[in-house]
């Protein structure tokens, strides 16, 4: 496929740090155009990864070529062509959002009537007018996160981003956030983003999950469901932790996960009777238990629960 | 995306952007600049009123053990009364028991021994030998005393050798010429046969005050303006917004010119403040072209700033960024340059070390335009490598900022 397609391309990327493997041999590919979401636990290597993209840190290994440029050879035409809200609130606190916004205006060397005009575009689509003049300091991190986008998104680079951009934002500036995410995403904007909530994570395109360094799965959100290995029940028992305790002791069960006020078991096979044989006979009472269809969450949660056995096997297996 | 018209249009932008940025950090947070200004103010008035590099009336001892007329001789132009004030004459001692209590009390500065048998070699041209004991607890004021007291004896060595050379030629000199004067007086010893050199050591035709403002102006304007920037990239490192910047066009000499740009301005107002304030307190103006010293001064400064520059380009945090600033200037400037120790007492190879220091050619350029009213004329070989020094910082912080840019955040 021709490099236009993808607007990032990584090939084995990895990286070190003392001999720590924070990403290790990752193969990527984001189609131009598309909202990518990159999930995982913490510490799985996605800071790392977008870091390396935007040109902070150097691969210790493998390559990586992001809107058409290598990011080892052609750093200088990359940065143009690229927006980075780091995970850490970046602008300057003494400084108005005006101000911050015509500082990064004037770094990707935006004239000063454009600059100007490109602003109030800025402060209408983000509703960030009525703090405009305001100290970025005093703004509550919801309006910081925002006055951040804008500043990454000044220059209108076709590559945007974004680490963790709604990490401590109340659910309405997270709505908007997202608004205005689709819309610079219609206009051909591509957007890489990282998030630990899976409704965001299901408005993006396409989705790759992390952990430990590795991609471990990647997929449209509607194809990640359908992967889901086995089938799903929703299980409404008394006394709850006794029933988790219990499910995951059963030899057929697979996994088993508190969600909210109920459990998520998943069985490789459908035999919803056998389960319910086996709890109620573990002294549990089960009041309800049907199969669903599995959300983000599962999916997630799973494909991590299974990497920990796993890597618990090995450890075991090696003593 | 942005256009882009010409590549220069394009770094103005961006060095506007981050001057701008850095000017509104300034007035923001006033503090930075008042202590700047602040400090200078302080320095003036420790130096102006309390530390005299002049001494007056410095008292001393005598210890005679020779009760000679050539002894007598030797002291009656350093007492008192004579028209030199600088020393002080408190009294005779006859025992060397008396001699620590009087130093150790500060009665004396110094006792000046004049051995038995002194009288006789003087008589026969032998080279006496007196021997002077200081409190050195104040090492600058023991330093100061012992040079006027050198100069002193070498005076009266000039009488004595004047006199003897006028009796060997068979003319009758009644008595040694009368005492000159310490603090000047030249005009008496044009005709003495030896060079006093001491005279130029101390510069003793000039009050300190006058010699000082020049100076603090140079050490000024070193310190500050290198602490001033070597702060400012550690400080976007803890912030944070480095690795925004990081991710944009910004280059190495977009950032260490925006980021000099406003503290231009602070240190010239520091320049500005420090002739004014010295001005008013010490009636010490400058004599020459204030064009001169600011031309001068602006080329010194640049440098400095681009060492605070290189400086911040490396420092892994703002503590450490100015504390190397301030070991990398203050020290030399105050050891090396000529500010608080004459150069041209120092060992040749400090001399040597010295020299090529910017603040040392500053210091003799400001010093010329500020005390004697010379020019470019005459200094122009001062502002030259003033101007090659600050090319050769500015090319240096820039390279060594742009290899900082690369590694990112490793
Ligand atoms: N500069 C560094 N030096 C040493 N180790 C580092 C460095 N940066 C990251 N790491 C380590 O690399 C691993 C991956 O970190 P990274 O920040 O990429 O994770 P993440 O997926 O972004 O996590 P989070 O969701 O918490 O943001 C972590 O174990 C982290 O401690
Ligand atoms: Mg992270």
Known sequence: ?319 | MAERLHPLSGFLRRVRAIARKEAIHLLREPRTVLVSFAQPVMLLILYGYCITFDLHNIPFAVWDQDRSEAARQLVRPLSAGAQSHTFWLVGYIAHPREIEPLLATARARFVLVIPRGFGADVAAGRTATVQALFDAADSNTAGVSAGYLVGAIAAHNARLATYAVARRHGAHVGAPAPAPSLAGGDTKLQWEPIDLRWRVFYNPDLASRRFIIPGLIGMLLTILAATLTSTTIARERELGSLETILTSPVGAGDLVIGKMAPYVLVAAANVVMVLVVGGLMFGTWARGNLLTLASLSLLFLLGMLALGMLISARAPNQQQALLFAILATMLPTFFLTGFTFPRSNMPWILQAISWPLPATQYLIAIRGVFLKGIGWRILWPQGLWMAITTLVLLIMATRIMRVSLARGLE
Request: aromatic share 8%.
């Open chain 1, 1 to 319: 496929m021709s490099a236009a397609e993808w607007v990032v391309e990584t090939e084995g990327l990895t990286r070190r740090f003392d001999g720590f493997v924070a990403v290790d041999h990752l193969t990527l590919r984001v189609p131009r155009g598309s909202i990518f979401g990159f999930l995982g636990p913490n510490g799985s290597g996605k800071s790392t990864t977008i870091r390396m993209l935007c040109g902070l840190l150097k691969p210790s290994e493998g390559r990586a070529v992001v809107n058409g440029f290598d990011i080892e050879r052609h750093p200088e035409p990359l940065r143009q062509s690229l927006g980075y809200m780091s995970q850490r609130f970046s602008l300057y606190p003494d400084l108005t959002v005006r101000e911050n916004l015509e500082f990064y205006g004037g770094v990707y060397d935006l004239e000063p009537g454009p600059l100007a005009e490109r602003i109030e575009q800025v402060f209408d689509q983000l509703r960030l007018r009525e703090h405009g003049n305001d100290l970025t300091a005093a703004l509550p991190l919801g309006w910081k996160q925002r006055v951040a986008l804008g500043a990454a998104m000044l220059h209108q680079p076709p590559v945007l981003f974004l680490d963790e951009p709604t990490s401590g934002v109340d659910p309405a500036s997270r709505r908007m956030f997202w608004e205005i995410l689709d819309s610079l995403a219609v206009g051909g904007a591509s957007i890489f983003v990282t998030t630990h909530v899976m409704d965001e994570a299901e408005r993006c395109d396409l989705l790759g999950v992390m952990y430990g360094g590795h991609l471990i799965a990647q997929g449209t959100p509607a194809a990640l469901k359908e992967a889901f290995p086995g089938f799903l029940y929703h299980v409404d028992a008394a006394p709850l932790l006794e029933a988790l305790e219990a499910a995951r002791r059963l030899p057929f069960v697979a996994d088993a996960a508190m969600f909210g006020d109920a459990l998520h078991v998943t069985l490789p096979a459908d035999d919803p009777e056998r389960l319910r044989r086996e709890l109620e006979s573990a002294g549990v009472t089960v009041r309800d238990l049907r199969r669903i269809s599995p959300t983000l969450e599962d999916v997630f949660v799973q494909l991590i629960a299974l990497r920990e056995r796993a890597a618990e096997g090995a450890e075991g297996g090696g003593r």
